[in-house]
């Protein structure tokens, strides 16, 4: 479980998060939609601590710290609770697709690198990658590279997977297959707090769906709740722009 209680965070007279509480359940997908600018990415940055929050407190699992005073030793404490699924996907370009999810289990985790590569063999193989281990990140297709994005974070075992707009980088015809992807890890039990653009995939795959616009969250709720009977006028002007298909069970 991850729960954020008044966070706060400024980019000098620039207040990007104002003081609200956000959290997701254990098994849950909660998916985090608004305009661009709204604070979406800073929040995952700052539950990762990519970013350090100003004020609030964050629990993860049985950890929980003070954003205001947390130590260095608790940021790395709390991290390897989380992993992060970049939108630029963030290889290390001189690695190949089995030595970047090998990386986080030798650093973070301190596994045995027989260990760490028999893990990272089988996630691999798991997201459609077997024939492509020995692969430098500039021989794969964007999608392909996305895919060990969200290897090495699966590989970590973490409590909370956090995706920064997954989808934006890749071309409209590799969309379908990460969001597919995704999916799939939603069935498995995997919590989760997913940026993202792509309407259509919020409704069907989230638990919860968390409208935030200027650094504030406007409304929360179902899918059905948020896209087909929104109460806020913001909220319903930013969905009335969407044509939702089907419901979420078709899927899930």
């Known amino acids: 479980m991850l729960e954020i209680r008044n966070i706060t965070k400024s980019f000098g007279a620039d207040q990007v998060l104002k003081g609200f509480d956000f959290f997701v359940r254990e098994g849950d997908v909660v998916s985090v939609i608004g305009p661009s600018g709204s604070g979406k990415t800073t929040l995952l940055r700052c539950i990762n601590f990519l970013e350090n929050a100003d004020s609030g407190t964050i629990r993860i699992g049985g950890l929980h710290a003070d954003f205001s005073r947390i130590r260095k030793k608790e940021k790395i404490a709390m991290r390897r609770k989380t992993a992060m699924v970049f939108q630029n996907y963030a290889l290390f370009s001189n690695m190949t697709a089995l030595e970047n999810v090998m990386e986080g289990l030798v650093i973070a985790r301190k596994m045995e690198r027989p260990a760490a590569k028999e893990a990272a063999v089988k996630v691999l193989s798991k997201v459609g990658l077997a024939s492509k281990l020995d692969s430098k990140p500039r ?4 999608g392909q590279q996305q895919r060990v994005g969200i290897a090495r974070a699966v590989a970590l075992n973490p409590e909370v997977i956090l995706f920064d707009e997954p989808t934006s980088s890749l071309d409209p015809e590799m969309v379908d297959d ?6 799939d890890l939603a069935r498995e039990g995997a919590t989760m707090a997913i940026v993202t653009h792509e309407m259509q995939f919020a409704y069907e795959i989230s638990d919860r769906v968390v409208f935030l616009d200027k650094g504030e969250i406007l409304a929360e709720g179902s899918p059905p709740e948020i896209f087909d009977r929104p109460r806020e006028d913001r ?3 930013f969905v009335s722009r969407f044509n939702f298909k089907r419901a979420p069970e078709y899927y899930l």
Do not use: R, Y
């Not at 021989?139 to 964007?142: A, C, K, T, Y």
């Not at 990460?178 to 999916?183: E, F, G, Q």
């Open 178 to 183: 990460i969001l597919a992807l995704i999916k």
């Open 139 to 142: 021989e794969l297709s964007g």
């Open 235 to 237: 909220v319903k002007q």
